[in-house]
């Protein structure tokens, strides 16, 4: 009987524990729940100037419309709030390094990094210099923000998970918004600064002029039809770090994944956007045709937000304008407005300088500028820091920019974010924008980081020119961006170029533009921009030329087509050096090696398809040939670079090394070989078995290690690493993904082309959209990862929502 009672209480207990998680669970279903967005009702707001609604499809896009703007942007940060807000919360923090208020001291170092520009004290002055209007329409964005995040029945999801109650969103949010997406996009300047100091106290001029090309035949800018390859003479010998590290670099270089893919550099050489256009001359509508593919790096939720607003155009009739917004702001940043499209790619203009900052004894707490002595400004940062007490970082602050200690030099960073033009709303102007002069004009006032700027008109013309403010810069390039400690120079820029002095091309007799973050001039207009760091041009050059073959006259279909070009046109060159190396000679002297020669050889030979296809293992091995030559002879000195800063090394100085190091394999100049190797073909076959063993380490043969194996999707929430064990619900598909860098279908683990847009403005309907990812980021909402699984397949969507499902209306009380 005893016996029989305790068996009870055990099923008692069993159950009652079941029962208590069971509840548990419930409890945590209904509290995740809570923080779902409200899609339908009525909501009464005082402060409107009359209704607004916002109307869902299928997918959560929202049709938001009303009669005055303002209540307009009431309703899109409403909604932004209740889908993403966490995603806005990073944003501004990023901007102002806040991030340790919500992860604690792990933060620190990036709130130190990004507090050093004071972005959030600049954005309290700038909002105070804004016109009026754009100040009421930041408030009133703030005000449906604040109202949105509150309406939720439950704080949004991620606050639970890391114990911190949500902040009340400001108008300076917004523009801190806007700072992120420059560091996102020009945050690199200052390694690349570096890097490029590091090698001229390295390299002898000849040197330089052979390890830094400022153009390559990959080139395709928009005013010239070619350009020439690099020819300036090979030194008698190369640089003292050539080929060479210490014995501690070698190991780390001879056991570095990176021969695969998994090196620093190769990740930040995932870079760019694409953005095209096409007159009406060679559209079968005669309007103009828009594509833009804008590379980011891919997380959940999604950088963009899909929404099309319907707002007054001041003369009694309705404009509508549709594309993708930045969570954290009231505009479309690319899209149609029914009679100009736009889009952009990030610029690679030399926006950023490193100033050289002298001390003396004599005269304590000054610093000498190229313009003379004077005493910085000092202010007293206060960093909050989740779970620890606050950290105070003192700034100090230069007429050139806020002072940066590295490797015991100071530099001023003189950086085009700091002027108060930096920042604005003028892109907004878009909106009512009718012509294409009407749309460029706008983009040369525009306050945003300085991106090349394609758009076309509802008559057939096309255009491009910068959005963003340009330094007004006399001479660009290495030797007066990166002064050497000692030398007298003057400051690399003064002041900001005027708009009206912007380079602009309007419809060129091609009947086509494109731009892919190389090189876009090579006449005198070209010094206005400058060097940043410029993609290599073999992505540009493949866009263009993939334009051209659409022929005399195509469509939105045709158009969007290019985005997807996979084709590996410009790593067909390693494949071919990589087979050449691999004779019979090479198989049989490999030794221990031999049969992954053999192996390799087999697959270059049969296993290519011309494309960076995902059942490609011989693509894998052309491109890790290709890095693993970068990590043999550039390794070291990348090092070495890497002590200045993180992001510094050869691949930050200069995107154009594969050009260079293919050079030296056709031309191997004796001076140039790498004394521990015998003969070119040596050093070539050292890179291969690098590849191969990299791509076998863990005993897989060499044959499954496909490029899609290896270029599987990594796009996660940012909270996952904060709950670990909720991974796999805040994730998306781990899909292995077609293309690559280096042509239009950029894709990797966790970068890619973060929107598709084609569109003819005033014909929408019949315009193509996709991305990544999905509207909410709320993994319980039917629109997380709603759309993702047609932009992994490339799948023609609509660039316009779907019929409405959902209607949300704000009304204004009247008493």
């Known amino acids: 009987m005893r016996k029989a009672g305790l068996g009870q209480w055990i099923k008692r207990v069993a159950l009652t524990l079941l029962l208590l998680l069971a509840m548990l669970g419930l409890a945590l279903w209904f509290f995740l729940r809570g923080s779902l967005a409200q899609l339908d009702g009525r909501l009464t707001v005082p402060s409107l100037s009359g209704s607004v609604n916002i109307a869902r499809d299928g997918q959560g896009i929202p049709t938001i419309s009303g009669a005055d703007r303002k209540d307009v942007a009431y309703a899109t940060g409403f909604a932004h709030a209740q889908d993403r807000y966490f995603q806005m919360d990073l944003l501004r923090r990023v901007a102002a390094g806040e991030l340790a208020e919500l992860f604690g001291p792990r933060a620190l170092p990036v709130d130190k990094e990004h507090r050093l520009h004071r972005f959030r004290a600049r954005a309290e002055a700038v909002l105070q210099a804004m016109p009026a209007g754009d100040r009421e329409l ?122 695969d893919g998994g090196s620093a550099a190769e990740l930040r050489g995932m870079v760019g956007s694409n953005n095209w256009a096409v007159a009406g001359s060679r559209s079968q509508d005669g309007g103009a045709i828009v594509a833009d593919d804008m590379h980011l790096g891919l997380q959940l939720p999604h950088i963009w937000y899909r929404a099309v607003l319907m707002v007054p155009d001041g003369h009694g009739a309705t404009r509508r304008v549709a594309g993708v917004t930045l969570p954290g702001v009231p505009l479309v940043v690319a899209g149609s407005n029914g009679h100009v499209a736009w889009g952009f790619t990030n610029s690679y203009g030399d926006y950023a300088d490193l100033v050289t900052l002298e001390t003396d004894p004599a005269q304590p707490g000054k610093l000498r500028t190229p313009a003379g002595w004077e005493s910085p400004a000092v202010h007293e940062e206060i960093i909050l820091v989740k779970d620890a007490a606050a950290e105070k970082f003192t700034v100090r602050e230069t007429s050139l920019g806020p002072v940066r200690e590295v490797a015991g030099r100071s530099y001023a960073v003189h950086w085009v974010a700091h002027a108060r033009e930096a920042v604005s709303l003028a892109a907004g102007r878009l909106e009512m924008a009718t012509t294409l002069d009407d749309a460029l004009a706008v983009a040369n006032r525009s306050g945003l980081p300085a991106q090349n700027f394609v758009a076309g008109d509802s008559k057939g013309n096309i255009g491009w020119t910068i959005a963003g403010p340009l330094p007004r810069r006399a001479q660009p390039g290495l030797a007066s961006t990166f002064p050497l400690a000692g030398e007298t120079q003057a400051a690399g820029w003064q002041g900001l170029l005027a708009p009206e002095a912007y380079p602009a091309v309007r419809n060129p007799a091609s009947g086509q533009l ?302």
């Open 138 to 259: 930041l408030a009133r964005y703030a005000a449906g923000v604040n109202d949105g995040v509150n309406s939720l029945g439950t704080r949004p999801f991620e606050y639970a998970l890391i114990r911190v109650s949500p902040r009340t969103w400001s108008e300076a949010d917004s523009l801190l918004v806007i700072w992120a997406m420059y560091f996102d996009l020009q945050g690199g300047q200052e390694a690349r600064e570096l890097a490029r100091g590091w090698l001229k106290e390295h390299a002898t001029p000849e040197q330089l002029a052979v390890l830094l090309p400022e153009s390559t035949q990959w080139d395709a800018p928009l005013d010239a039809a070619s350009v020439p390859a690099p020819d300036a003479p090979f030194p008698d010998q190369a640089p003292a770090w050539w080929g060479r590290a210490t014995a501690k670099e070698s190991a780390r270089i001879a056991g570095l994944a990176g021969a």
């Open 514 to 815: 494109s731009t892919a973050n190389s090189r876009l001039l090579m006449g005198a207009d070209a010094a206005k921009l400058g060097d940043g760091g410029f993609d290599l041009g073999a992505r540009a050059h493949q866009v263009r030329d993939s334009v051209a073959a659409l022929g005399a006259k195509t469509n939105e279909k045709g158009v969007y087509s290019v985005a997807l070009d996979d084709r590996a046109l410009f790593l067909a060159g390693w494949r071919e050096r990589a087979l050449a190396a691999l004779d019979e000679q090479a198989v049989a002297a490999g030794g221990a090696n031999s049969a992954q020669r053999a192996a390799a050889r087999e697959l270059l030979s049969k296993n290519w398809s011309g494309h960076a296809s995902v059942d490609s293992a011989g693509y894998r091995i052309a491109r890790g040939f290709m890095w693993s030559m970068y990590e043999l002879l550039y390794g070291g000195a990348s090092a070495e670079m890497g002590k200045l800063a993180d992001k510094a090394d050869m691949a930050a100085a200069s995107a154009r090394w594969p050009v260079v190091v293919a050079r030296l394999l056709d031309e191997q100049p004796a001076g140039w070989l790498p004394p521990q190797y015998a003969s070119w073909k040596d050093l070539q076959l050292a890179a291969i078995d690098r590849t191969v063993a990299a791509m076998t380490k863990e005993g897989k043969p060499l044959a499954t290690a496909t490029w899609g194996e290896r270029n599987t999707q990594d796009i996660a929430h940012p909270i996952a690493s904060a709950a670990p064990a909720l991974r796999r619900w805040l994730s998306a598909p781990g899909d292995q993904m077609p293309g690559d860098s280096h042509m239009p279908r950029v894709a990797g683990r966790k970068f890619g082309q973060s929107e598709r847009m084609v569109v003819s403005p005033g014909k929408e309907e019949q315009g193509i959209f996709n991305m990544p990812g999905g509207q909410s980021g709320h993994p319980l909402s039917p629109y997380f990862l709603a759309g993702h699984a047609d932009w992994v397949s490339g799948k023609a969507t609509p660039f316009l929502p779907g019929p409405a499902q959902h209607m949300l209306t704000f009304v204004k009380v009247v008493n």
